[in-house]
């Protein structure tokens, strides 16, 4: 499985709290359409193993390949936030960032026929609204390394419990 290799934030999913009800990708397409549609959503559940569900969005890669193999230049990397930006009069939909994407976090409009991806929800103050509605908070807003930290923490506290 590939690793994001950002120093970005990004909507990360902790599979142990997530029970797969899609409300991430309901609310996301609410967010930007203004329907309740799955298939326009820039968040995806995905069943990892039988039993476990995950979610997956943009990863912000630093030197993002969806950028570098984008043959007309219609993707940006915001240098603060790591966001991708699509410049709608530039795509045409070729689909190379998809092919580039190691997390399938891009998708093809089926209206405008042109690249969409996560942007974190820039626009709304509250920010992703995929992590603020997810009712078993299982998203949420991190970078790798706040990721690892708690990774380490967690593994700490169990040996602690184990030594009793």
């Known amino acids: ?5 950002s120093k970005y934030r990004y909507v990360t999913c902790d599979a ?3 029970v797969g009800c899609q409300l991430c990708e309901y609310i996301c397409s609410y967010a930007k359409t203004g ?6 959503s820039r968040i995806r559940t995905v069943r990892a193993q039988e039993i476990l569900v995950t979610a997956v969005t943009c990863r912000t890669c630093e030197d993002a390949p969806c950028v570098i ?3 007309r230049d219609s993707l940006t990397q915001d240098a603060l936030t790591g966001i991708i930006h699509i410049d709608a009069g530039r795509c045409d939909g070729c689909t190379w960032c998809i092919e ?3 997390f399938g976090a891009i998708s093809i409009n089926p209206g405008t026929k042109l690249a969409e991806i996560c942007d974190q929800c ?4 509250e920010g992703p609204q995929c992590v603020k509605w997810c ?4 998203l949420e807003l991190t970078t790798p390394d706040q990721r690892a ?3 380490r923490r967690k593994l700490a506290i169990q040996e602690v419990i184990g030594a009793r």
């Open 149 to 151: 930290q708690e990774a």
């Open 100 to 102: 580039a994407c190691d």
């Open 122 to 125: 820039e626009d709304l103050e």
């Open 16 to 18: 142990t709290k997530c």
């Open 69 to 71: 193999a984008c043959p």
């Open 1 to 5: 499985m590939p690793t994001s290799t």
């Open 135 to 138: 009712p078993k908070e299982a």
């Open 35 to 40: 329907e309740f549609n799955t298939y326009r």
